[in-house]
Each structure stands twice: as structure tokens, then as C-alpha cells.
T-cell receptor
Framework: KAGVTQTPRYLIKTRGQQVTLSCSPI?????VSWYQQTPGQGLQFLFE???????NKGNFPGRFSGRQFSNSRSEMNVSTLELGDSALYLC??????????????FGPGTRLTVL | AQSVTQLDSQVPVFEEAPVELRCNYS??????LFWYVQYPNQGLQLLLK??????LVESINGFEAEFNKSQTSFHLRKPSVHISDTAEYFC??????????????FGRGTSLIVHP
């Protein structure tokens, strides 16, 4: 099976702009989670989507949003970018079965730099 | 709420020496424990996990971790490291979240640097 893919791999934006990141999960996986990775904070959970519905959400402002399509592909959007949004954004997919602690399969990430 | 503490941000070691990467967690409920590894310029990948049963779990590349409930620890060990083990290692705790899914909380990572 192909792994989790994320596009683009690198992105440079300026403050105030918005950005959309894309994630294609492993075939058959219905859960997609997004994480922000920074040197100071480590990995922080943004949100999880399952069957096109947001199932869990972390403690991030409303500028961070996401969605999932019927084919389980997911997009994450950040509006009104701030310098502090510079980070590696990781997407992870899993089968999403209820009652089972899934292994998360991570993509290579999108490196976002905000100038 | 749960938290994960990785006590060492960086662990330098010589090749073929043993290594231990420490992980402690706090949680008011039963948890499931994971170690993930991130090689340079790559995403995270699962190294090993504890769900139930034997408290000692092993990976295919020689790492092992032991779940110690009384000390709320899940330390990662390898008796002899290789240059290729140089990477960032993340400990994660997964309690049951709303909606029936398990959302892992990650530690801040330990950078293992293996010197020749």
C-alpha cells in the first residue's frame, strides 16, 4: 500500500495570508489527524476527522480548520497567518476503529514558513 | 488530562554502547503507550507499542520498552546502538478520547545522537 502523502512539502507565505495543506491517507484508512510540530512545543494535536466529520479537536484557535472528503482525503486551512505558525505540519492516518488504540501512520509533513 | 515527559532532550552515545531513553506519563485513566521514531527529513513511524499483556515489548530492530505501571514509565532501551539509530524518538500516551477514538499525547522528543 502507498503511504500517507502530503502536499506541498514546502511552503513559504507572508503574515496575513492563508494556506491550505493536503493529505491523502493510506487506502482504507478513515481517520485523519493533523499535528503541528515545532522545536519548542513538540507535536501538538490539531484535530481528527473520521468519515468527513471532525471527531476530536485540540487547543488551537479558530484560524485553524480542516475538512475531510468522501474519499478520506483531508485538507487543513490556516487563515491570517502569523509568524508563530511556522512549523512542520504532519498528517497521520489510521483505520479509525472505535475501541481500538490505532497506530498512527504519518506522512512526511509540510514545512510551512511564515515571513 | 494526560501528559508525557521525556526527561532528556538529547542523548549522545557512542556506537555499540547501550542506551536508555526515558519516558514518564501522567494519566488518571488506563493508557496505551507508544514509541515513535522520526529519522531526518521524514515523518514519524511506529517503533513499538504496549496495549496489554506482557509489560516488555520489543521492536524488530532491537529496541525494547517496559511498561511500569507503579512508576508510570515506559523507558526505551537498546543494548547496542548503531549509527543508523540516530533519530528523534517520541513517547506517546493514548487514553480513550471522546467519540471512541484514541488521540495520542506526545512527549517533546529525545534526540539520540550516535557517534562512531
Amino acid at each position: 500500500k502507498a503511504g500517507v502523502t502530503q502536499t506541498p512539502r514546502y511552503l513559504i507565505k507572508t503574515r496575513g495570508q492563508q494556506v491550505t495543506l493536503s493529505c491523502s491517507p493510506i487506502s482504507g484508512h478513515r481517520s485523519v489527524s493533523w499535528y503541528q510540530q515545532t522545536p519548542g512545543q513538540g507535536l501538538q494535536f490539531l484535530f481528527e476527522y473520521f468519515s468527513e466529520t471532525q471527531r476530536n479537536k485540540g487547543n488551537f484557535p479558530g484560524r485553524f480548520s480542516g475538512r475531510q472528503f468522501s474519499n478520506s482525503r483531508s485538507e487543513m486551512n490556516v487563515s491570517t497567518l502569523e509568524l508563530g505558525d511556522s512549523a512542520l505540519y504532519l498528517c497521520a492516518s489510521s483505520p479509525g476503529l472505535a475501541g481500538v488504540p490505532d497506530t498512527q501512520y504519518f506522512g512526511p509533513g509540510t514545512r510551512l514558513t511564515v515571513l | 488530562a494526560q501528559s508525557v515527559t521525556q526527561l532528556d532532550s538529547q542523548v549522545p552515545v557512542f556506537e555499540e554502547a547501550p542506551v536508555e531513553l526515558r519516558c514518564n506519563y501522567s494519566s488518571s485513566v488506563s493508557v496505551y503507550l507508544f514509541w515513535y521514531v522520526q529519522y531526518p527529513n521524514q515523518g514519524l513511524q511506529l517503533l513499538l507499542k504496549y496495549l496489554s499483556g506482557s509489560t516488555l515489548v520489543e521492536s524488530i530492530n532491537g529496541f525494547e520498552a517496559e511498561f511500569n505501571k507503579s512508576q508510570t514509565s515506559f523507558h526505551l532501551r537498546k543494548p547496542s546502538v548503531h549509527i543508523s539509530d540516530t533519530a528523534e524518538y517520541f513517547c506517546a500516551v493514548s487514553p480513550l478520547a471522546s467519540g471512541g477514538s484514541y488521540i495520542p499525547t506526545f512527549g517533546r522528543g529525545t534526540s539520540l545522537i550516535v557517534h562512531p
